[in-house]
């Protein structure tokens, strides 16, 4: 396996069989039940168990009950609060405004249903289940699909749940008031303006962008390129085909989509949820609703020249209970679930049953693409570990993954040629075959974490008529401040394609495939809470480098990136020959567009710095930046994949050196500041408000990584001041510990006045809100806590 990919791997797999523990009972269960709680021992077992560590502290808080009304202000209402810890609304509300934070602000029901991942990760350390439970007003079974199908969400939570005791509402002693009253002098100091109702509500770019938009602008030069297909900007992730509410992809949105050159966007599916399941028919309640909403998506998608892709992740681990009755199918064992296994024909069949289903359903679909060896269980070879199955370790894994692949495939053929209809079907669901479309659904046949020493074997073993996609620019060299390294995936920093994909592609081709990359074009993990990394220099020239290379489409990005953008745009046009000029032009107009070309390309010359690795995309708080807490001693915990990043700079730095990861760090943030300043600058002379708005998510980005490079050097201060032996060796020490903590209460207030202007700030689809403007207060509180400590002449 290569290096990138190994280095994922091992970072989740050392969770995975953790991860995988959703039936062995509640880890913060205690012996006598809370008053609280209204679930049964039963019910929680259906919840992950794993290690519980205690909770990390939160003492710029009188209490955890304070930590618990400050969090939850901007995201839950405080009737629900209430009802969570035992209290009167009243009372919450008097809580809230003993700390400065005035009345509570509304919370639509759309923004309660699109924050459920922000507000599960923000009580993970505060709550028992029972009470996050009552909080969500979810059922048990709920929370542990999510944490298992929300994008493998308890493996970004670390993989444990924190020990937390039950939380009960109790009034204020003397001292939590004194500290009540601080806390609500700080936040008329630091914020005059209030700190929980923006300017800019969460969740505004919402119906922004799903409004139809205004006018015809002059389209971009994207004809007869091939496929161009991204993920919706806000949709949420599990199950989306059940939230009409919440639609993925309304018109407006799909119109700005098509208008910047894309052609296609793809959900999530899981096959047991779109089709009957033959074995256990409750899998697959409601799935004739599911389709029906699919095809309608595939009909209004149709009418603005879009596609629509389904995600297969499959036959996906089912629990180790449902084996005791079907002990024929069971393959590798991981935990308490295990592999579907597919060297059982009863499995392909289902595999080919079930996408035949979706096909006649929605035959106008555009197609699926597959992963197969994925952080989810599927096949038995899917975690390299076939050979602890007596069916599958007797063949090579190339075999079972093209199997795999083409019993799909089948599946589409199946419909288009009209086989006969599925019996298992509800007789008013039985679909016709595939007529009158131009061409059947697409299988575009992902090579995501495949061994490179079975990579070959597969691709030559892959049924003709599938696409093959390989990420462009996986094992690319780069060396970044003297340290050489190779780029796995989800890079716009670095410019491909690598050698990994040129040479799949050359192998695909010469069985007559056609070839699609895989990029990110609008940001990556390398900073995924602005809307785009506005480094198109960079995103323009592996476009050419594409367009060279003759692939026959793009996925423009995985769940990251499908903001309507410059950088969507840009990639469209360059393939068809064009410039980034075109592209600055029609967004900012003609007079401006030097000023904004002058900005992507420092942009882009800077981003060149940026300290690659997949442990530093996956583990430092690059999403949240200022939002991460610093702690006067060390949390032990360690950074978990895109959730909790802690103090654990060890992680976060990866292969890198501390001081070359943080001088790269500064290295970035400074050239995208510099860039910011001069476009702004230009800007207001020219009374250009879009382009203002261009140069303040330049600065967003620049502030998460400077906080990042000061959370580093916070920690190794830390460090040298625990092992300092006299108060004079000490004193430098305090001395940049306070540097540092000055540095990041002005990045944390900065950020909170950019974000309550622009509230794609601090958000991604399949993360939701990363943090919150409450909570870039609460860093504030937090920064002005540790100096009163350690300087007690200082004012908290």
Not at 289 to 298: F, G, I, P, S, T
Not at 526 to 534: F, H, M, R
Not at 644 to 657: Q, S, T, V
Request: aromatic letters at 8%.
């Amino acid at each position: 396996m290569n290096a990138p990919s190994l280095s994922r791997r091992r970072f989740l797999r050392t969770t995975a069989v953790a991860a995988s523990g959703l039936a062995t009972g509640c880890a913060t269960r205690t012996a006598h039940a809370s008053p609280l709680t209204a679930f049964s021992p039963g019910e929680l077992a259906a919840l992950p168990a794993a290690s519980a560590p205690p909770p990390v502290p939160t003492p710029h808080f009188p209490s955890r009950l304070h930590a618990f009304v400050w969090r939850n202000w901007q995201l839950v209402p405080p009737e629900r609060m209430a009802a969570t810890v035992g209290a009167s609304r009243a009372e919450i509300v008097r809580l809230g405004a003993a700390m400065g934070l005035g009345r509570p602000p509304r919370i639509p029901r759309d923004q309660r249903r699109r924050s459920y991942l922000t507000v599960i990760r923000r009580n993970w350390h505060l709550l028992p289940y029972e009470q996050l439970l009552i909080l969500l007003d979810w059922t048990p079974e709920k929370l542990a699909f999510t944490l298992r199908e929300d994008d493998f969400l308890f493996i970004k939570l670390g993989s444990l749940k924190p020990r937390c005791g039950p939380l009960r509402f109790t009034p204020s002693d003397a001292a939590a008031r004194r500290r009540e009253a601080e806390i609500a002098r700080i936040v008329q100091e630091e914020f005059p303006h209030g700190v929980s109702e923006p300017e800019d509500a969460l969740f505004s770019f919402v119906p922004r962008l799903s409004a139809r938009p205004a006018g015809s602008p002059s389209a971009p030069r994207t004809a007869d390129l091939g496929l161009r297909f991204c993920y919706s900007y806000f949709a949420l992730y599990g199950d989306p085909l059940l939230e009409p509410e919440a639609a993925p992809y309304p018109d407006g949105y799909l119109a700005r989509l098509a208008g910047t050159g894309v052609n296609g966007v793809w959900l999530q599916a899981l096959l047991h949820k779109l089709a009957p399941c033959p074995w256990d028919p409750r899998r697959s309640a409601r799935y004739a609703e599911r389709l029906a909403r699919l095809r309608a998506l595939v009909a209004r998608a149709g009418r603005h020249g879009v596609q629509v892709f389904l995600y297969l992740n499959e036959p996906r681990a089912l629990p180790l209970d449902f084996f005791a009755t079907h002990a024929e199918l069971r393959g590798v064992v991981e935990g308490d679930h295990a592999a579907l296994c597919t060297s059982v024909p009863a499995v392909r069949q289902f595999l080919t049953d079930s996408v035949a289903t979706i096909c006649r359903a929605v035959p106008d679909l555009g197609g699926f693409f597959t992963i197969t060896a994925s952080e989810n269980l599927t096949h038995c070879w899917s975690h390299g570990n076939g050979r602890a199955c007596p069916r599958c370790g007797q063949r090579a894994p190339a075999a079972v993954i093209a199997e795999v692949n083409a019993a799909i495939f089948d599946g589409i053929g199946r419909a288009t040629q009209g086989a006969t209809h599925d019996s298992r079907q509800p007789p008013g669901d039985r679909l016709s075959p595939i007529e009158n479309r131009k061409s059947p659904p697409r299988l575009l046949v992902w090579d995501w974490g495949w061994n490179d020493a079975w990579a070959g074997d597969v691709i030559t073993r892959l049924p003709a008529g599938v696409s093959l996609m390989s990420v462009s620019e996986w094992g690319l060299p780069i060396e970044r401040g003297g340290v050489k390294s190779e780029v796995g995936e989800y890079s716009i920093s670095a410019v491909g394609p690598g050698p990994r994909a040129t040479r799949h592609w050359q192998l695909a081709r010469e069985r007559g495939l056609s070839v699609i990359a895989k990029i990110q074009a609008g940001n990556t993990w390398e900073l995924s809470a602005v809307p785009y990394i506005p480094a198109l220099a960079l995103v323009a020239e592996h476009a050419r480098h594409l367009r060279a290379a003759r692939v026959d489409g793009l996925m423009l990005g995985w769940t990251l990136g499908g903001y309507p953008s410059p950088n969507l745009e840009a990639v469209g046009e360059v393939l068809a020959g064009g410039s980034l000029a075109g592209v600055a032009q029609r967004w900012f107009g003609d007079a401006l567009a030097p000023a904004v070309l002058a900005a992507w390309q420092q942009c882009g010359e800077a981003f060149r710095e940026f300290p690659f690795h997949a442990g530093v995309v996956y583990s430092a708080p690059l999403q949240v930046g200022p939002a991460n807490p610093l702690w006067a001693e060390p949390t032990g915990y360690h950074c978990s994949m895109v959730g909790f990043p802690y103090d654990d700079l060890d992680g976060w730095r990866a292969i890198y050196p501390a001081e070359v990861f943080i001088a790269q760090l500064e290295k970035v943030a400074a050239g995208f500041r510099a860039a910011a300043t001069s476009l702004a600058s230009a800007a207001r002379a020219a009374g250009n408000p879009p382009a203002e708005t261009e140069a303040n998510v330049m600065v967003a980005a620049a502030l998460h990584w400077q906080s990042v490079a000061n959370q580093s050097r916070f920690v190794l201060a830390r460090r040298a001041l625990a092992a300092a032996k006299s108060s004079a060796q000490a004193a430098p020490h305090w001395s940049e510990l306070e540097r540092l903590l000055r540095a990041e209460l002005a990045l944390a207030r900065e950020l909170h006045e950019r974000q309550c202007r622009d509230s794609r700030l601090g958000f991604e689809a399949s993360n939701q809100y990363y943090y919150v403007p409450m909570d870039l207060a609460e860093k504030v509180l937090n920064c002005r806590d540790l100096l009163a400590r350690w300087r007690p002449g200082v004012r908290r």
